[in-house]
T-cell receptor
Framework: SAVISQKPSRDICQRGTSLTIQCQVDSQVTMMFWYRQQPGQSLTLIATANQGSEATYESGFVIDKFPISRPNLTFSTLTVSNMSPEDSSIYLC?????????????FGPGTRLTVL | AQKVTQAQTEISVVEKEDVTLDCVYETRDTTYYLFWYKQPPSGELVFLIRRNSFDEQNEISGRYSWNFQKSTSSFNFTITASQVVDSAVYFCALSEAGDDKIIFGKGTRLHILP
């Protein structure tokens, strides 16, 4: 499986500011995903990011709040805009690896965000 | 609609005991995929296993084993001779053929007590 890194690993931010999270992969992948995990909760898909096209957002998530870039096959960013305490979560990127028997998603280490 | 239910919110067992984590899923597709992930306190999500709907063979990997029963729509995970390092939140998940989206259960927090 590919090696996935995220920056920053954690951050504490003030209300109203924005934070950009980076996801770097050591091999080229077509599909990358961004998830949010609110405290004590499960993972929820924010959007799917394919290189060369606009990200596809899930219900409840909008581009103005969570703009995503996918400039190449090894990199993506997620910005959390105009943050509020409710945005405090772990944000994880993942990539899809196609194997002999199908696809599996592997996850980055996550970015732990606290908004004051 | 897809749904994954992990009824056990939290489990505590003493080290060396066996423990089973339950997972029940719902899907209308005949082709689907089931997953288990481990999330230790550090926060990263570690892939454990992927099972295709057409493969009902149970799987064993070291102290880990998985029991897939299509008749009851269950995909349970057993840890044998548990160790403190097994303490984590474990997520069961489901995706349907042709859909890259993974639906996660709410997770089971497992405490292994020394």
């Amino acid at each position: 499986s590919a090696v996935i890194s995220q920056k920053p690993s954690r951050d504490i931010c003030q209300r109203g500011t924005s934070l950009t999270i980076q996801c770097q992969v050591d091999s080229q992948v077509t599909m990358m995903f961004w998830y949010r995990q609110q405290p004590g909760q499960s993972l929820t898909l924010i959007a799917t990011a394919n290189q060369g096209s606009e990200a596809t957002y899930e219900s409840g998530f909008v581009i103005d709040k969570f703009p995503i870039s996918r400039p190449n096959l090894t990199f993506s960013t997620l910005t959390v805009s105009n943050m509020s305490p409710e945005d405090s979560s772990i944000y994880l990127c993942s990539l899809e690896v196609t194997g002999g028997s199908g696809d599996t998603q592997y996850f980055g280490p996550g970015t732990r965000l606290t908004v004051l | 609609a897809q749904k994954v239910t992990q009824a056990q919110t939290e489990i505590s067992v003493v080290e060396k005991e066996d423990v089973t984590l339950d997972c029940v899923y719902e899907t209308r597709d005949t082709t689907y995929y089931l997953f288990w992930y481990k999330q230790p306190p550090s926060g990263e999500l570690v892939f454990l296993i992927r099972r295709n709907s057409f493969d009902e063979q149970n799987e064993i990997s070291g102290r880990y084993s998985w029991n897939f029963q299509k008749s009851t729509s269950s995909f349970n995970f057993t840890i044998t001779a548990s160790q403190v390092v097994d303490s984590a939140v474990y997520f069961c998940a489901l995706s349907e053929a042709g859909d890259d989206k993974i639906i996660f259960g709410k997770g089971t927090r497992l405490h292994i007590l020394p």
